[in-house]
Protein backbone atom coordinates (compact mmCIF):
# COMPACT_ATOMS: atom_id res chain seq x y z
CA UNK A 1 0.00 0.00 0.00
CA UNK A 2 1.41 3.77 -0.90
CA UNK A 3 0.58 6.61 0.58
CA UNK A 4 -0.70 9.28 -1.91
CA UNK A 5 -0.85 13.21 -1.32
CA UNK A 6 -3.47 14.79 -3.67
CA UNK A 7 -3.34 18.15 -4.24
CA UNK A 8 -6.76 19.78 -5.33
CA UNK A 9 -8.28 16.70 -4.39
CA UNK A 10 -11.53 18.12 -3.54
CA UNK A 11 -11.77 18.89 -7.28
CA UNK A 12 -12.76 17.63 -10.51
CA UNK A 13 -10.27 15.21 -12.00
CA UNK A 14 -8.63 15.26 -8.59
CA UNK A 15 -12.03 13.43 -6.28
CA UNK A 16 -11.61 11.25 -9.47
CA UNK A 17 -7.96 10.36 -9.17
CA UNK A 18 -8.50 9.70 -5.29
CA UNK A 19 -11.07 7.41 -6.27
CA UNK A 20 -9.16 5.28 -8.36
CA UNK A 21 -6.23 5.66 -6.08
CA UNK A 22 -8.34 4.15 -3.20
CA UNK A 23 -9.85 1.60 -5.54
CA UNK A 24 -6.16 -0.03 -6.40
CA UNK A 25 -5.99 0.08 -2.63
CA UNK A 26 -3.48 2.79 -1.92
CA UNK A 27 -4.04 5.62 1.21
CA UNK A 28 -4.77 8.92 0.04
CA UNK A 29 -4.65 12.19 1.70
CA UNK A 30 -6.37 15.28 0.02
CA UNK A 31 -5.25 18.70 0.20
CA UNK A 32 -7.67 21.31 -0.85
CA UNK A 33 -8.74 24.60 -0.06
CA UNK A 34 -12.06 24.67 -1.67
CA UNK A 35 -11.82 27.08 -4.16
CA UNK A 36 -13.32 25.36 -7.10
CA UNK A 37 -13.65 22.41 -5.45
CA UNK A 38 -16.20 21.00 -3.17
CA UNK A 39 -16.90 18.94 -0.65
CA UNK A 40 -19.82 17.10 -2.35
CA UNK A 41 -17.06 15.01 -4.94
CA UNK A 42 -15.21 13.24 -1.91
CA UNK A 43 -18.52 13.15 0.59
CA UNK A 44 -18.87 8.91 -0.55
CA UNK A 45 -15.00 9.00 0.71
CA UNK A 46 -15.47 10.61 3.73
CA UNK A 47 -16.35 7.01 6.01
CA UNK A 48 -12.72 5.05 4.15
CA UNK A 49 -10.58 4.94 6.73
CA UNK A 50 -7.33 5.12 3.43
CA UNK A 51 -8.65 8.73 3.13
CA UNK A 52 -8.30 11.81 4.82
CA UNK A 53 -9.07 15.15 3.18
CA UNK A 54 -7.54 17.91 4.96
CA UNK A 55 -8.20 21.82 4.01
CA UNK A 56 -4.77 23.58 3.37
CA UNK A 57 -3.39 25.97 1.41
CA UNK A 58 -0.45 25.13 -1.18
CA UNK A 59 0.74 28.59 -1.44
CA UNK A 60 1.51 28.11 2.70
CA UNK A 61 4.56 24.75 3.13
CA UNK A 62 2.68 21.41 4.13
CA UNK A 63 4.24 18.56 6.06
CA UNK A 64 3.63 14.43 5.76
CA UNK A 65 5.36 11.52 4.66
CA UNK A 66 4.15 10.42 1.69
CA UNK A 67 5.55 7.87 -1.22
CA UNK A 68 4.11 9.73 -4.25
CA UNK A 69 2.35 13.33 -4.75
CA UNK A 70 0.25 14.53 -7.33
CA UNK A 71 0.02 18.44 -7.84
CA UNK A 72 -3.10 19.48 -9.48
CA UNK A 73 -4.03 22.30 -6.70
CA UNK A 74 -5.26 25.09 -9.56
CA UNK A 75 -8.12 26.60 -10.76
CA UNK A 76 -8.43 25.23 -14.04
CA UNK A 77 -11.28 27.23 -15.48
CA UNK A 78 -10.21 30.50 -17.35
CA UNK A 79 -12.93 32.83 -15.11
CA UNK A 80 -12.32 31.15 -12.23
CA UNK A 81 -8.35 31.35 -13.08
CA UNK A 82 -9.00 34.96 -13.95
CA UNK A 83 -10.72 35.83 -11.13
CA UNK A 84 -7.76 36.34 -8.24
CA UNK A 85 -5.03 36.26 -11.03
CA UNK A 86 -2.20 36.47 -8.27
CA UNK A 87 -3.56 34.06 -6.21
CA UNK A 88 -3.53 31.88 -9.10
CA UNK A 89 0.35 32.65 -9.97
CA UNK A 90 0.88 32.27 -6.49
CA UNK A 91 -0.76 28.80 -6.31
CA UNK A 92 1.01 27.42 -9.65
CA UNK A 93 4.65 28.90 -8.25
CA UNK A 94 4.59 28.84 -4.71
CA UNK A 95 2.70 25.89 -4.72
CA UNK A 96 4.87 23.88 -6.44
CA UNK A 97 8.22 25.46 -4.82
CA UNK A 98 6.28 24.09 -1.76
CA UNK A 99 5.43 20.48 -3.03
CA UNK A 100 8.86 20.19 -4.36
CA UNK A 101 10.21 20.78 -1.51
CA UNK A 102 8.71 18.81 0.19
CA UNK A 103 9.11 15.81 -2.37
CA UNK A 104 12.67 16.45 -2.35
CA UNK A 105 13.08 15.95 2.04
CA UNK A 106 10.94 13.11 1.74
CA UNK A 107 12.06 11.55 -1.44
CA UNK A 108 8.72 11.05 -3.05
CA UNK A 109 7.82 11.15 -6.76
CA UNK A 110 6.10 14.24 -7.52
CA UNK A 111 3.95 14.82 -10.76
CA UNK A 112 2.90 17.66 -12.04
CA UNK A 113 -0.53 18.61 -13.52
CA UNK A 114 0.28 21.02 -16.38
CA UNK A 115 -1.60 22.14 -19.27
CA UNK A 116 -1.81 22.24 -22.85
CA UNK A 117 -2.14 25.90 -22.26
CA UNK A 118 2.05 26.32 -22.42
CA UNK A 119 1.32 26.11 -25.88
CA UNK A 120 -0.61 29.18 -25.55
CA UNK A 121 -2.71 30.20 -29.03
CA UNK A 122 -0.17 27.48 -31.25
CA UNK A 123 1.05 28.70 -34.50
CA UNK A 124 2.20 24.43 -34.87
CA UNK A 125 -0.68 22.36 -35.23
CA UNK A 126 -1.28 19.86 -33.71
CA UNK A 127 0.99 20.45 -30.71
CA UNK A 128 4.27 18.04 -30.13
CA UNK A 129 5.81 18.08 -26.58
CA UNK A 130 8.42 19.89 -28.06
CA UNK A 131 7.02 22.76 -29.10
CA UNK A 132 8.05 25.60 -27.22
CA UNK A 133 4.72 27.52 -27.16
CA UNK A 134 2.98 30.87 -28.09
CA UNK A 135 2.07 32.33 -24.77
CA UNK A 136 1.07 36.11 -24.49
CA UNK A 137 3.05 37.14 -21.07
CA UNK A 138 0.99 39.63 -20.11
CA UNK A 139 -2.43 38.89 -21.27
CA UNK A 140 -5.52 37.98 -19.06
CA UNK A 141 -5.30 34.43 -19.72
CA UNK A 142 -0.84 34.69 -18.41
CA UNK A 143 -1.51 34.23 -14.95
CA UNK A 144 -2.03 30.60 -15.90
CA UNK A 145 -0.52 29.87 -18.68
CA UNK A 146 2.85 31.45 -17.26
CA UNK A 147 2.21 30.04 -13.90
CA UNK A 148 2.20 26.19 -15.37
CA UNK A 149 4.72 27.42 -17.70
CA UNK A 150 6.76 28.44 -14.46
CA UNK A 151 5.80 24.83 -12.54
CA UNK A 152 7.73 23.08 -15.40
CA UNK A 153 10.45 25.35 -15.18
CA UNK A 154 10.54 24.93 -11.71
CA UNK A 155 10.00 20.80 -11.41
CA UNK A 156 12.78 20.05 -14.03
CA UNK A 157 15.75 22.83 -11.88
CA UNK A 158 14.52 20.67 -9.16
CA UNK A 159 15.51 17.59 -10.66
CA UNK A 160 18.54 18.32 -12.40
CA UNK A 161 19.82 20.75 -8.94
CA UNK A 162 18.08 17.68 -6.31
CA UNK A 163 17.62 14.84 -8.11
CA UNK A 164 14.00 14.80 -7.15
CA UNK A 165 11.73 12.62 -9.04
CA UNK A 166 9.45 13.96 -11.38
CA UNK A 167 6.79 13.46 -13.74
CA UNK A 168 4.98 16.24 -15.84
CA UNK A 169 1.62 15.95 -17.67
CA UNK A 170 0.49 18.45 -20.14
CA UNK A 171 -3.32 17.96 -19.90
CA UNK A 172 -5.79 19.07 -22.71
CA UNK A 173 -9.08 20.24 -21.86
CA UNK A 174 -10.92 17.02 -19.85
CA UNK A 175 -14.51 16.88 -19.23
CA UNK A 176 -16.94 15.08 -16.92
CA UNK A 177 -19.25 14.71 -14.40
CA UNK A 178 -18.30 16.72 -11.33
CA UNK A 179 -17.36 19.75 -13.16
CA UNK A 180 -19.12 22.22 -11.50
CA UNK A 181 -22.27 23.74 -13.07
CA UNK A 182 -20.88 27.05 -12.99
CA UNK A 183 -17.52 26.39 -13.82
CA UNK A 184 -17.28 28.03 -17.02
CA UNK A 185 -15.78 25.91 -18.63
CA UNK A 186 -17.33 25.06 -22.50
CA UNK A 187 -18.67 21.58 -22.05
CA UNK A 188 -20.25 22.56 -18.99
CA UNK A 189 -21.56 26.01 -20.07
CA UNK A 190 -23.23 24.20 -22.79
CA UNK A 191 -24.67 21.22 -21.14
CA UNK A 192 -26.16 23.35 -18.29
CA UNK A 193 -27.56 25.93 -21.11
CA UNK A 194 -29.21 23.46 -23.34
CA UNK A 195 -30.61 21.58 -20.26
CA UNK A 196 -32.04 24.88 -18.78
CA UNK A 197 -33.16 25.55 -22.66
CA UNK A 198 -31.54 28.82 -22.09
CA UNK A 199 -29.13 30.07 -25.34
CA UNK A 200 -25.70 28.84 -25.98
CA UNK A 201 -23.40 31.06 -25.70
CA UNK A 202 -20.37 31.05 -28.39
CA UNK A 203 -17.59 33.25 -28.16
CA UNK A 204 -16.58 34.64 -31.11
CA UNK A 205 -17.73 33.18 -34.88
CA UNK A 206 -17.09 29.26 -32.81
CA UNK A 207 -14.46 28.17 -35.68
CA UNK A 208 -12.07 27.82 -32.84
CA UNK A 209 -11.03 24.13 -32.07
CA UNK A 210 -10.44 22.22 -28.81
CA UNK A 211 -9.70 18.36 -28.61
CA UNK A 212 -12.15 16.65 -25.34
CA UNK A 213 -10.42 14.11 -23.12
CA UNK A 214 -13.24 12.42 -21.19
CA UNK A 215 -12.20 12.15 -17.71
CA UNK A 216 -11.48 8.54 -16.64
CA UNK A 217 -9.43 7.93 -19.63
CA UNK A 218 -7.33 11.35 -18.31
CA UNK A 219 -6.49 9.80 -15.27
CA UNK A 220 -5.59 6.37 -16.33
CA UNK A 221 -3.08 8.18 -18.45
CA UNK A 222 -1.83 10.19 -15.20
CA UNK A 223 -1.83 7.01 -13.37
CA UNK A 224 0.15 5.29 -15.80
CA UNK A 225 3.06 8.17 -16.00
CA UNK A 226 3.14 7.73 -12.26
CA UNK A 227 4.38 4.29 -12.95
CA UNK A 228 7.17 5.07 -15.45
CA UNK A 229 10.60 4.13 -14.51
CA UNK A 230 12.54 6.89 -12.54
CA UNK A 231 14.34 8.35 -16.16
CA UNK A 232 11.03 9.63 -17.80
CA UNK A 233 10.26 12.98 -16.54
CA UNK A 234 8.06 14.06 -19.09
CA UNK A 235 6.90 16.11 -20.26
CA UNK A 236 3.83 13.91 -22.13
CA UNK A 237 0.72 15.35 -23.62
CA UNK A 238 -2.37 13.46 -22.25
CA UNK A 239 -5.55 14.27 -24.07
CA UNK A 240 -7.86 13.27 -27.34
CA UNK A 241 -6.64 13.83 -30.82
CA UNK A 242 -10.59 14.53 -31.57
CA UNK A 243 -11.03 17.90 -33.14
CA UNK A 244 -13.80 19.99 -32.91
CA UNK A 245 -15.03 23.65 -33.64
CA UNK A 246 -16.94 24.82 -30.60
CA UNK A 247 -19.78 25.34 -32.93
CA UNK A 248 -19.84 21.54 -33.75
CA UNK A 249 -19.93 21.11 -30.17
CA UNK A 250 -22.54 23.35 -29.71
CA UNK A 251 -24.79 21.67 -31.98
CA UNK A 252 -23.60 18.18 -31.21
CA UNK A 253 -24.86 19.12 -27.33
CA UNK A 254 -28.21 20.49 -28.75
CA UNK A 255 -28.62 17.39 -30.27
CA UNK A 256 -27.78 15.08 -27.65
CA UNK A 257 -29.85 16.46 -25.25
CA UNK A 258 -32.97 17.50 -27.92
CA UNK A 259 -32.76 21.17 -26.20
CA UNK A 260 -34.57 23.57 -28.08
CA UNK A 261 -31.74 26.39 -27.26
CA UNK A 262 -30.47 28.16 -29.80
CA UNK A 263 -26.74 29.40 -30.37
CA UNK A 264 -26.15 32.83 -29.30
CA UNK A 265 -22.82 34.59 -30.50
CA UNK A 266 -21.09 36.35 -28.57
CA UNK A 267 -17.90 38.74 -28.17
CA UNK A 268 -14.53 36.86 -29.03
CA UNK A 269 -12.54 36.27 -25.23
CA UNK A 270 -9.47 38.15 -25.40
CA UNK A 271 -6.01 35.42 -26.32
CA UNK A 272 -8.81 33.03 -27.14
CA UNK A 273 -6.58 29.98 -28.48
CA UNK A 274 -7.81 29.09 -31.91
CA UNK A 275 -6.70 25.37 -32.28
CA UNK A 276 -5.72 22.74 -29.95
CA UNK A 277 -4.67 19.30 -30.50
CA UNK A 278 -2.40 16.97 -29.02
CA UNK A 279 0.21 14.75 -30.18
CA UNK A 280 0.05 11.70 -28.40
CA UNK A 281 2.56 9.70 -29.71
CA UNK A 282 4.83 9.92 -26.70
CA UNK A 283 1.74 8.47 -24.65
CA UNK A 284 0.94 6.12 -27.20
CA UNK A 285 4.55 4.85 -26.97
CA UNK A 286 5.78 5.43 -23.09
CA UNK A 287 2.97 4.69 -21.67
CA UNK A 288 0.96 2.52 -23.48
CA UNK A 289 -2.09 5.12 -23.02
CA UNK A 290 -4.50 5.85 -25.42
CA UNK A 291 -8.50 7.39 -24.87
CA UNK A 292 -10.79 4.81 -25.26
CA UNK A 293 -14.24 7.11 -25.03
CA UNK A 294 -14.69 9.16 -28.07
CA UNK A 295 -16.98 12.56 -27.72
CA UNK A 296 -20.22 11.35 -27.86
CA UNK A 297 -19.94 8.89 -25.39
CA UNK A 298 -18.83 10.56 -22.70
CA UNK A 299 -21.19 13.53 -23.57
CA UNK A 300 -23.93 11.18 -23.09
CA UNK A 301 -22.92 10.64 -19.42
CA UNK A 302 -21.68 13.90 -18.37
CA UNK A 303 -25.24 15.28 -19.54
CA UNK A 304 -26.90 12.42 -17.40
CA UNK A 305 -24.76 14.17 -14.28
CA UNK A 306 -25.92 17.46 -15.04
CA UNK A 307 -29.44 16.51 -15.46
CA UNK A 308 -29.15 14.88 -11.68
CA UNK A 309 -27.27 18.19 -10.81
CA UNK A 310 -29.95 20.60 -11.91
CA UNK A 311 -32.60 18.44 -10.40
CA UNK A 312 -30.95 19.11 -6.79
CA UNK A 313 -30.90 15.16 -6.58
P1 LIG B 1 -10.78 22.21 -10.50
O1 LIG B 1 -10.85 23.69 -10.42
O2 LIG B 1 -12.03 21.42 -10.42
O3 LIG B 1 -9.78 21.63 -9.41
C1 LIG B 1 -8.73 22.36 -8.85
C2 LIG B 1 -8.72 22.08 -7.36
O4 LIG B 1 -7.61 22.76 -6.76
C3 LIG B 1 -9.99 22.57 -6.65
O5 LIG B 1 -10.47 21.59 -5.78
C4 LIG B 1 -9.52 23.80 -5.89
O6 LIG B 1 -10.29 24.09 -4.75
C5 LIG B 1 -8.09 23.42 -5.57
N1 LIG B 1 -7.20 24.56 -5.32
C6 LIG B 1 -7.09 25.69 -6.06
N2 LIG B 1 -6.15 26.50 -5.52
C7 LIG B 1 -5.66 25.87 -4.42
C8 LIG B 1 -4.69 26.19 -3.45
N3 LIG B 1 -4.02 27.35 -3.48
N4 LIG B 1 -4.45 25.30 -2.45
C9 LIG B 1 -5.14 24.13 -2.38
N5 LIG B 1 -6.08 23.78 -3.27
C10 LIG B 1 -6.34 24.64 -4.29
O7 LIG B 1 -10.02 21.90 -11.90
P2 LIG B 1 -9.65 20.51 -12.60
O8 LIG B 1 -10.21 20.56 -13.96
O9 LIG B 1 -9.95 19.37 -11.73
O10 LIG B 1 -8.07 20.67 -12.74
C11 LIG B 1 -7.17 20.01 -11.91
C12 LIG B 1 -5.74 20.29 -12.38
O11 LIG B 1 -5.57 19.82 -13.73
C13 LIG B 1 -5.38 21.77 -12.37
O12 LIG B 1 -4.05 21.92 -11.95
C14 LIG B 1 -5.49 22.15 -13.83
O13 LIG B 1 -4.64 23.22 -14.16
C15 LIG B 1 -5.08 20.87 -14.53
N6 LIG B 1 -5.66 20.82 -15.87
C16 LIG B 1 -7.00 20.54 -16.06
C17 LIG B 1 -7.52 20.54 -17.34
C18 LIG B 1 -8.97 20.23 -17.61
O14 LIG B 1 -9.39 20.35 -18.75
N7 LIG B 1 -9.77 19.80 -16.67
C19 LIG B 1 -6.70 20.81 -18.44
C20 LIG B 1 -5.37 21.11 -18.20
C21 LIG B 1 -4.85 21.09 -16.92
N1 LIG C 1 -16.35 28.95 -25.03
C1 LIG C 1 -17.54 29.36 -25.62
N2 LIG C 1 -18.62 29.52 -24.82
C2 LIG C 1 -18.59 29.28 -23.48
C3 LIG C 1 -17.38 28.86 -22.88
C4 LIG C 1 -16.27 28.72 -23.69
O1 LIG C 1 -17.60 29.58 -26.82
O2 LIG C 1 -19.66 29.44 -22.84
C5 LIG C 1 -15.18 28.75 -25.89
C6 LIG C 1 -13.95 29.52 -25.46
O3 LIG C 1 -13.96 30.81 -26.04
C7 LIG C 1 -12.83 28.65 -26.00
C8 LIG C 1 -13.40 27.24 -25.92
O4 LIG C 1 -14.80 27.38 -25.81
O5 LIG C 1 -12.57 28.96 -27.34
C9 LIG C 1 -12.88 26.43 -24.74
O6 LIG C 1 -13.06 27.23 -23.57
P1 LIG C 1 -12.80 26.69 -22.11
O7 LIG C 1 -12.98 27.83 -21.19
O8 LIG C 1 -13.59 25.46 -21.88
O9 LIG C 1 -11.28 26.19 -22.11
P2 LIG C 1 -9.89 26.77 -22.68
O10 LIG C 1 -10.14 28.05 -23.41
O11 LIG C 1 -9.07 26.97 -21.48
O12 LIG C 1 -9.42 25.70 -23.58
Redesign the pocket.
Known amino acids: MKKILV??G?????SHLCDRLLAEGNEVIC???????RKKNIVHLLDNPYFEAIR????DPYFIEVDEIYN??????PI?YQYNPIKTIK?SVM?AINMLGLAKRIKATILQ?????VYGDPTIHPQPEEYWGNVNPIGIRSCYDEG?RCAETLFFDYHRQNNVKIKVVR?????GPRM?PNDGRVISNFIVQALKGENITIYGDGSQTRSFCYCDDLIKGMMAMMETPENILGPINIGNPGEFTIRELAEIVIELTGSKSKISYMPQIEDDPMQRKPVIDKARNILGWEPSIQLKEGLIKTIEYFEKELSGK
Do not use: M, Q, R, V
Open positions: TGAGFLGLDNYFTGHDITLACPASHTGASTSEKIFNTYH
